[in-house]
Structure formats: C-alpha cells, structure tokens
T-cell receptor, first 113, second 112 residues
C-alpha cells in the first residue's frame, strides 16, 4: 500500500501565484486533513473532511481552499500565495473507527517569494 | 479544548529507558491520549493511544494514572534512531472543535 501520497514534494512560488497541493490515500479512510508546520512548531490544522463532499475549517484556514469529490483525494488550493504561506504542508487520513490514528504523507515544502 | 504540557527537550543515551511525561489537567471524559513521533523532513507517525491504565505495543508503553491528568510515554532501550520529536495529543477525534492539537512536542536526543 502507498498510504498517503502528496505531490509535489517541493514547490517555489511567487507572491500572488496559485497552486494546488495534491493528496491521495489508498486506505479507504473517511477522514482527511491538511496541516502546516512552521519551523520549531507543531502542526496546525488548516482544513479537514469527514467524507466525500464534506469539508470544514481548521485552526488556520485563511488563504486556503479544499474540496473532497472522492474518498481518495483531498487537494489543497492556494488561490493567491503569500510569503506567510511558506511552510511544510502535511496531508493526513484516518478511519472513522480510529479517528485519532492519523496517517501522514511525507510532506510538501512550499516557498513563496 | 484540552491542552497539553510536555518538556521541550530531553537527552538520553543508547540502551536507556526514556519516559516522557505529558500533563493534561482538563482532559474530558471522552478524550483519548495519543502520541506521535516525527523525524526531520517526515510526517508524524502514530505511536500509541490509550484511555486509562496501561497500553503496550511493540514500540512503546503508555502509562495513564487513574485521574488521567497526565500520561507517560515509555520507550524501552532507546537507540540513536529514536532521536525525534514526540507529540502528546488529547482529544476524542482530531476534528471536534479542532481538538487533538499538536503542540511543540518534546525533542528527544539519544546520544551514543
């Protein structure tokens, strides 16, 4: 099993550009989420989804959009990138039966110039 | 919203047992205690989860006293590869009112 797959692993953007971070999981998990991690800090929840067609905001949602059209995929969109969005982004998934047991992807390092 | 307090850093030597304690004074009845491990440039990895008393798996043990206001992650006979950041989370699910937040974690350094 691939688990949780994130692409791209690295990306450099200019301020104002848009992009989408992709996340896919092959474990048939109901729950998926996006976190960002800044240097020396823990992870902060951006958006999450408890099932296809359902999304909600986390702790730091501003500047990000998400959608969940399938169980497998949960893309994160930056509509107009800002330097404050320079960070490492992690996608995670978990099952409804064990929601606290998160499976994380390897991360996507984003730099906004 | 349950909050956790854990040491910022700890040092140990290979072969020793390491105990990392997490305080969570306002833990709710439905909350579980979950620990994650994170290596540099990787996503966190689930280690163990418990509700009360003691839980043990092939990687670690989790000790939870009766009042559940704290918990201790025990790593037996650590090796250099156990150098990582360890996070203690409290909650019943990651997404209930943004529950189960990741704090700064405990940076464990294992020395030869």
């Amino acid at each position: 099993n691939a688990g949780v797959t994130q692409t791209p692993k690295f990306q450099v953007l200019k301020t104002g550009q848009s992009m989408t971070l992709q996340c896919a999981q092959d474990m048939n998990h109901e729950y998926m989420s996006w976190y960002r991690q800044d240097p020396g800090m823990g992870l902060r929840l951006i958006h999450y989804s408890v099932g296809a067609g359902i999304t909600d905001q986390g702790e730091v949602p501003n500047g990000y959009n998400v959608s969940r059209s399938t169980t497998e995929d949960f893309p994160l969109r930056l509509l107009s990138a800002a330097p404050s969005q320079t960070s490492v982004y992690f996608c995670a998934s978990s099952s409804r039966d064990r929601p606290g047991e998160l499976f994380f992807g390897e991360g996507s390092r984003l730099t906004v110039l | 919203l349950a909050k956790t307090t854990q040491p910022i850093s700890m040092d140990s030597y290979e072969g020793q047992e390491v105990n990392i304690t997490c305080s969570h004074n306002n833990i709710a009845t439905n909350d579980y205690i979950t620990w994650y491990q994170q290596f540099p440039s990787q996503g966190p990895r689930f280690i163990i989860q418990g509700y009360k008393t003691k839980v043990t798996n092939e990687v670690a043990s989790l000790f939870i006293p009766a009042d559940r206001k704290s918990s201790t992650l025990s790593l037996p006979r650590v090796s250099l590869s156990d150098t990582a950041v360890y996070y203690c989370l409290v909650g019943d699910a990651p997404y209930n009112n943004n529950d189960m937040r990741f704090g700064a974690g405990t940076r464990l350094t294992v020395k030869p």
